[in-house]
């Protein structure tokens, strides 16, 4: 394993990015800046090598997954963010869906039994669900 963070030492030209790999290599945590560093200048598999460097030390050969299943109680949304390719502004919202609390339960209730870590719930921001949602 330590072989593995010497050659990538050895392999990277930038002195920030060297610095820092030895910081973790030492079992030393990085700065704050060093992280924005590593965000402004190393690309994504030098960043991945580090992270599984620490993960293997940490677990040797063993991986953790998360097991979880999604609920999107709605897709109609305040905002129309560019990426996002499902939501309803309100004025569409007949093109979307609005999932009531017992279908969001019973969404829960097909997974009993199963070992599911996580519900991972996400979707619009409904503009008249606010006081809804915190109520229940
Ligand atoms: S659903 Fe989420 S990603 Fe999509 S427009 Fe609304 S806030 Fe943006």
């Not at 309803?88 to 097909?110: C, F, N, P």
């Not at 199963?114 to 915190?134: D, R, S």
Request: proline share 3%.
């Amino acid at each position: 394993m330590s072989a593995s963070i010497d050659i990538l030492i050895d392999a990277v030209k930038d002195a920030d990015l060297k610095q820092i790999a030895q910081k973790v290599k030492l079992q030393q945590r990085i700065s704050d800046e060093e992280g924005i560093i590593l965000f402004e200048k190393a690309d994504l598999p030098f960043v991945g090598a580090l992270a599984n460097f620490i993960r293997e030390r940490l677990h040797g050969d063993t991986t953790y997954f998360n097991r979880n299943f999604h609920i999107e109680p709605t897709n109609v949304c305040v905002f129309s963010c560019k990426f996002c390719s499902y939501s309803r502004l309100y004025a569409h919202k007949e093109e979307g869906w609005e999932l009531s609390i017992e279908q969001m339960l019973d969404i829960v209730k097909t997974y009993d039994g199963k070992p599911i870590t996580e519900v991972h719930i996400v979707g619009g921001v409904h503009p008249k669900w606010i006081w809804l949602i915190l109520l229940n």
